[in-house]
């Protein structure tokens, strides 16, 4: 973050805004460069951080019991019970971890996924 504002004092200040002197330069042509990274910006790091922020979301509140599930930590288990802040993890057999919610990273469907489209191209 500390690059971008950096970056945007260097570029208001080769702009002429610096500068005493009244420039040529009127209106709002000025600060179309500037508007331009903002969009830029914008559209290629907020914008899809708030989608998967949302998606993340979305998923998290859709637990269910029965739902096989990776934490951020990497543990794969089997939901057994939900409550609002908590979801209790079936590891192994007998073997229950309460974790919180919100460290419920994805589901454990796309990891079988990726895992066949490996083996498919390994034995290709």
């Given at each position: 973050?500390?690059?971008?504002?950096?970056?945007?004092?260097?570029?208001?200040?080769?702009?002429?805004?610096?500068?005493?002197?009244?420039?040529?330069?009127?209106?709002?042509?000025?600060?179309?460069?500037?508007?331009?990274?903002?969009?830029?910006?914008?559209?290629?790091?907020?914008?899809?951080?708030?989608?998967?922020?949302?998606?993340?979301?979305?998923?998290?509140?859709?637990?269910?019991?029965?739902?096989?599930?990776?934490?951020?930590?990497?543990?794969?288990?089997?939901?057994?019970?939900?409550?609002?802040?908590?979801?209790?993890?079936?590891?192994?057999?007998?073997?229950?971890?309460?974790?919180?919610?919100?460290?419920?990273?994805?589901n454990?469907?796309?990891?079988?996924?990726?895992?066949?489209?490996?083996?498919?191209?390994?034995t290709?």
């Amino acid at each position: 973050m500390k690059w971008v504002v950096s970056f945007l004092l260097v570029l208001v200040s080769n702009l002429g805004f610096a500068e005493a002197a009244p420039t040529s330069r009127e209106g709002v042509t000025p600060f179309i460069p500037l508007l331009l990274i903002f969009g830029v910006f914008y559209f290629l790091i907020l914008r899809p951080q708030q989608k998967k922020q949302k998606e993340q979301l979305k998923f998290i509140s859709e637990l269910k019991r029965g739902d096989m599930v990776i934490t951020q930590a990497g543990i794969i288990g089997t939901i057994k019970t939900v409550s609002d802040k908590f979801v209790t993890l079936e590891v192994d057999d007998n073997v229950h971890l309460k974790v919180l919610k919100s460290q419920i990273a994805e589901n454990a469907a796309t990891l079988k996924e990726s895992k066949t489209a490996t083996t498919k191209e390994v034995t290709a």
